[in-house]
């Protein structure tokens, strides 16, 4: 049985960037049951950073997370992890005191957003339609990022501290004795005193398998796919487009135009696939926001989003079991808080608490701990 100080359960970007973080100072192993780290949620996401996205613990995290991303350790990556994008949030007549809302809850973060008119965000988005706007806040410092960067900077950094993923790792069992945690799996057995239990939809199930009271996650379906512009049409410059409700966002991917119906539909955890009828929904509402004509979907897919009912990511040690750390629950955030909570599940279990600076933003341990949702 091979031994090692920390077993990190999933290789998605939560389960990457705390193995990375917390091999500067343990011997790690990273366990995935898929035959690629990152098959799920992380292989699928659309994702942008953006400071105005979540609540307080969500939005220090993110901030927290801005100095990584633009400057990242030497050799991470081999280009910038960040992009110019922008992020435009749009509201209709009716919407316009969620707008309000929206903005003065920004702004209380985010010295850079502003609300501009329809005629304005017409022009960031020229394919908006002026029947259907009232009015929007920009967010111009919201970037891009390059998911496949990230996550192989984080298991390249892994590998140079001497850390290991292993695939097609399947967790079959795991039994708890004498202060160690003994891990059954198709690829092996493994031993450590401590295990992360960084499995993304399938961490209650984890949980379970270790004889752990679970925390009522809940994986939801998240709907996304991707059309061809009009014919000429420039699209490069468009900023990420989303309805002030989040029913719909689209965003440039690569030439095409990406789509969503922001959907939150509960799920089991499984292999997530699009439904026909959230696609649909999606092109009607982007249909009728703008002049865009979605006449053929390219292509479609379906990730689960993780949250407990506060919607806040649940980080720390399991407080009724020794050795078992939750890091679950990061909903659509999990990719722009990364650096921060990579870093606080390094500081938690090798200190137990948190690191100095997100102490000094605001957020204390209970905030993220399992213990609160029980």
């Known amino acids: 049985?091979?031994?090692?100080?920390?077993?990190?359960?999933?290789?998605?970007?939560?389960?990457?960037?705390?193995?990375?973080?917390?091999?500067?100072?343990?011997?790690?192993?990273?366990?995935?049951?898929?035959?690629?780290?990152g098959y799920h949620t992380t292989g699928r996401s659309a994702a942008i950073y953006t400071q105005n996205y979540g609540n307080r613990e969500i939005r220090t995290l993110t901030l927290a997370s801005h100095q990584f991303f633009q400057n990242p350790p030497q050799g991470f990556a081999d280009?910038?992890?960040?992009?110019?994008?922008?992020?435009?949030?749009?509201?209709?007549?009716?919407?316009?005191?969620?707008?309000?809302?929206?903005?003065?809850?920004?702004q209380a973060l985010v010295s850079s957003i502003r609300q501009i008119d329809a005629a304005e965000a017409i022009r960031l988005v020229p394919a908006l339609n002026p029947e259907y706007i009232a009015a929007a806040i920009f967010e111009p410092d919201a970037r891009d990022i390059d998911v496949d960067a990230l996550h192989r900077g984080y298991f390249r950094g892994l590998q140079k501290r001497g850390g290991r993923v292993v695939t097609d790792a399947e967790v079959a069992a795991i039994s708890f004795s004498n202060g160690i945690w003994n891990v059954e799996t198709k690829a092996g057995n493994l031993s450590a005193p401590v295990v992360v239990n960084a499995a993304g939809a399938w961490c209650d199930k984890i949980a379970e398998l270790a004889g752990v009271r679970p925390i009522g996650l809940v994986p939801k379906r998240r709907t996304v796919f991707t059309f061809?512009?009009?014919?000429?049409?420039?699209?490069?410059?468009?900023?990420?487009?989303?309805?002030?409700?989040?029913?719909?966002?689209?965003?440039?991917?690569?030439?095409?135009?990406?789509?969503?119906?922001?959907?939150?539909?509960?799920?089991?955890?499984?292999?997530?696939?699009?439904?026909?009828?959230?696609?649909?929904?999606?092109?009607?509402?982007?249909?009728?926001?703008?002049?865009?004509?979605?006449?053929?979907?390219?292509?479609?897919?379906?990730?689960l989003r993780s949250f407990v009912p506060d919607k806040t990511p649940v980080v720390g040690m399991d407080e009724e079991t020794e050795g078992f750390f939750w890091l679950a629950g990061q909903g659509g955030y999990g990719i722009q808080t990364a650096p921060a909570i990579g870093r606080a599940v390094a500081a938690l279990v090798t200190t137990g608490s948190l690191p100095d600076d997100l102490i000094e933003m605001g957020l204390v341990d209970s905030d993220l701990s399992p213990q609160r949702l029980r």
């Open 228 to 303: 061809e512009p009009s014919l000429g049409c420039d699209i490069s410059s468009w900023p990420l487009t989303i309805d002030i409700d989040e029913r719909f966002y689209f965003k440039p991917d690569a030439g095409m135009i990406l789509a969503s119906p922001a959907d939150e539909t509960p799920s089991p955890p499984c292999d997530a696939q699009p439904e026909e009828l959230d696609i649909a929904l999606a092109v009607d509402r982007v249909q009728t926001a703008t002049n865009l004509e979605v006449k053929r979907i390219a292509h479609k897919w379906a990730g």
């Open 79 to 106: 280009h910038p992890i960040l992009s110019p994008r922008g992020a435009l949030f749009v509201a209709r007549h009716d919407q316009l005191s969620t707008l309000d809302g929206a903005l003065k809850e920004a």
């Open 1 to 37: 049985m091979e031994h090692c100080d920390v077993l990190v359960i999933g290789a998605g970007i939560a389960g990457a960037s705390a193995a990375y973080e917390l091999a500067g100072s343990r011997r790690v192993t990273v366990l995935e049951r898929e035959n690629q780290p």
